[in-house]
């Protein structure tokens, strides 16, 4: 069975104070990279273009160009680079034609989400920004729900420093009521950036679908804002939901992970220990399993069992860097 490491791009690390041990005990967060809104990116988008060619067909067909209706067609068989470089000439001539901008915006964010470099990433995603910048400032913008959707969806993908503006453009999209399925948790998702729990809350909890099975990131990510919230009971409650609905094992290890600290910080050694032993047994030897167990006998006085663990967790990963701290190597 394959081991299961948790890298450090795959954890955040959060601190809150136990006020029985008088201690701060670091909380393990699995970082998702919002694989599965990528996935659903490619439906949302495709729902955008039909949306696009409908909007420019409604203006009247004597208004579409040859030009505009060759962009229309490779939108539409998902070849987002040629849309972009064909828009971006047209920009050139037309600077301030609004599908232009529109379309040279909605694809430049379609390759941002596509790149594996962060710097290729973020590249078309301030080219994304400047064009639909741009289109907010012609009055077609002013009802166009897509052109909110995306540009918010864009300033999260820029990171925390902009999450007042993912926030703004996120809501402006709602208010317009634009159909976009994921607006809730993009929402969630930038107001936790930006420490607002509550809202957080509020947003997550709009994204439940009735009679629809809710994904595993937004249990993980509506415990997350619980657990910011020190309401820990809650929290509680969607992570076993998560661990009892999700048919992925990362999901799964992700939420023993947070129960186990949940249990940690109330002094519940018992079921901590559970589910670090459930993660074991699920997925196999795990380097960071085997650490924070040691972390666990070492609160509970079992100095020898604790060092037990941490050479375990040295062994699966000899570049464990705490493992080796805590056995003075």
């Known amino acids: 069975m394959p081991i299961l490491v948790l890298t450090k791009e795959r954890v955040m690390v959060f601190k809150k104070k136990d ?14 990279k919002l694989k599965k809104f990528r996935l659903l990116g490619a439906f949302l988008f495709l729902i955008l273009a039909i949306g696009l060619a409908v909007h420019i067909f409604s203006a009247g067909r004597t208004s579409l160009t040859n030009e505009k209706r060759e962009i229309l067609q490779y939108w539409s068989e998902g070849n987002f680079e040629r849309v972009y470089v064909l828009s971006k000439n047209a920009l050139a001539d037309k600077p301030i034609d609004y599908f232009f901008l529109t379309i040279n ?6 390759l941002g989400i596509s790149q594996i470099n962060n710097q290729d990433k973020l590249f078309f995603i301030n080219e994304c920004i400047v064009s639909l910048r741009k289109a907010l400032l012609l009055k077609e913008a002013a009802n166009d729900g897509r052109v909110f959707y995306v540009l918010g969806k864009a300033y999260y993908y820029k990171g925390s ?16 009521s634009h159909d976009a399925m994921d607006i809730p948790e993009f929402l969630g998702l930038s107001y936790a950036m930006a420490g607002d729990y509550r809202s957080s809350v509020e947003a997550f909890t709009r994204a439940f679908v009735p009679g629809l099975t809710p994904s595993d990131n937004l249990l993980l990510s509506i415990a997350r804002s619980y ?5 820990f009971s809650m929290a509680e409650g969607y992570l076993r939901r998560c661990i009892d609905t999700s048919p992925d094992s ?3 290890v992700v939420a023993r992970f947070l129960l186990a600290e ?19 047994n699920d997925s196999g030897e795990n380097a960071e399993v085997r650490f924070q167990l040691g972390e666990l006998y070492n609160l509970t006085g079992d100095t020898t069992r604790a060092r037990a663990e941490w050479r375990l967790a040295v062994r699966q990963d000899p570049t ?3 493992a080796r701290t805590r056995l003075n190597i």
């Open 19 to 32: 006020s029985r041990y008088g201690r701060k005990v670091n909380k393990l967060i699995f970082n998702e």
């Open 105 to 110: 915006g909605f694809s430049a964010y379609q």
């Open 161 to 176: 420093d902009y999450s007042d503006l993912a926030i703004k453009y996120l809501e402006k999209a709602n208010q317009l």
């Open 262 to 280: 949940i249990y940690l910080n109330s002094g519940d050694f018992e079921n901590a220990q559970i589910q670090y032993y459930s993660i074991l």
């Open 320 to 322: 464990h860097a705490r």
């Open 227 to 231: 657990i910011a919230l020190n309401d």
């Open 250 to 252: 990362n999901s799964i």
